[in-house]
Antibody, heavy 118, light 110 residues
């Protein structure tokens, strides 16, 4: 059974960089699309971006200038870096894996709350 | 990219049927049949309920069904049960090779 687990940075200061890692178990990271998705308090889901196992990436245009997603296949991990954070970046962050076809999000992590505050 | 449009809330009594709409544009669900629906209970991981417009993953009740017409997709839940109370999100692939979600719909089972 594929399982995804986000790291838990907890609190990040404004203007700093939010860093998250998703560890994949029960399956190979060497295929599929691997995404980051977030949910600010009281709001809906927002797709942040994905990385293909080969390293190609795509980002939400609204976040593109601040986001980098990378993959480390040897550790079965992929990571998110979001620069210059503000309170608006406070959210539960989820990592997710695509289906074989890549057309939907099949497996999700439990999510981790990241709070941006001084 | 703009979020897909969903009603903020819907409600129904046990046993009834409800439908949640999800409206997009020709840049997303109007072009692709890559529409999926997710059930989200607070504090838990979202769960896939429908994929590629109308397909149900194994293990999902056949009370859940999906459809699409033009720029609007729909999720129908028949025979409402108390356990169906949750937030529901639609999602679509876009012509920019990105993904977009709906704003979410809170389902209340009366």
């Amino acid at each position: 059974q594929v399982q995804l687990q986000e790291s838990r940075p907890g609190l990040v200061k404004p203007s700093e960089t939010l860093s998250l890692t998703c560890t994949v178990s029960g399956g190979s990271i060497s295929t599929y699309y691997w995404s980051w998705i977030r949910q600010p308090p009281g709001k809906g889901l927002e797709w942040i971006g994905y990385i293909y196992y080969s390293g190609s990436t795509k980002y939400n245009p609204s976040l593109k200038s601040r986001v980098t997603i990378s993959v480390e296949t040897s550790k079965s991990q992929f990571s998110l870096k979001l620069r210059s954070v503000t309170a608006a970046d406070t959210a539960v962050y989820y990592c997710a894996r695509s289906s074989d076809s890549g057309s939907y999000f099949l497996h999700w992590g439990q999510g981790t709350l990241v709070t941006v505050s001084s | 990219q703009s979020a897909l449009t969903q009603p903020a809330s819907v409600s129904g009594s046990p046993g009834q049927s409800i439908t949640i709409s999800c409206t997009g544009t020709s840049s997303d669900l109007g072009t692709y049949n890559y529409v999926s629906w997710y059930q989200h209970h607070p504090g838990k991981a979202p769960k896939l309920m429908i994929y590629d417009v109308s397909n149900r993953p194994s293990g999902v009740s056949n009370r859940f069904s999906g459809s699409k017409s033009g720029n609007t997709a729909s999720l129908t839940i028949s025979g409402l049960q108390a356990e169906d109370e949750a937030d529901y999100y639609c999602s679509s692939y876009t012509t920019s090779s990105t993904w977009v979600f709906g704003g979410g719909t809170k389902l209340t089972v009366l």
